[in-house]
C-alpha cells in the first residue's frame, strides 16, 4: 500500500513538471510572437506605401493587426 502511494506522489511530481514545462515553452513561444509582432509593426510604420489605393487599404490592415494583437498579448512580451 505504502508502495503504491509513494509511486503515485512520484507520478503526480512528474505530471506538475510536465505541465510547468508545457506552461513556460507556451509562454516562450507567445512571447516570441509578441517581440515578432512588435518587430512587423516597428517595419510597417517605417515603410514607404506608394500611391496604390490597394497597397494603402493592404498597409493599414495589418498595422491595425498588429496594434489589435499587441493591445491582446502585449504583456507576454520578454522582459528586459
Not at 49 to 64: F, P
Request: hydrophobic fraction near 40%; charged fraction near 20%.
Amino acid at each position: 500500500l505504502e508502495i503504491t502511494r509513494q509511486r503515485n506522489l512520484i507520478d503526480q511530481a512528474k505530471t506538475l513538471i510536465d505541465h510547468n514545462t508545457a506552461k513556460e515553452n507556451l509562454h516562450r513561444i507567445q512571447s516570441d510572437c509578441v517581440d515578432l509582432c512588435c518587430y512587423w509593426l516597428n517595419e510597417l510604420i517605417c515603410m514607404q506605401i506608394l500611391q496604390d489605393k490597394c497597397a494603402q487599404i493592404l498597409h493599414q490592415l495589418m498595422v491595425g493587426n498588429c496594434h489589435w494583437f499587441l493591445a491582446q498579448y502585449g504583456h507576454l512580451s520578454k522582459p528586459y
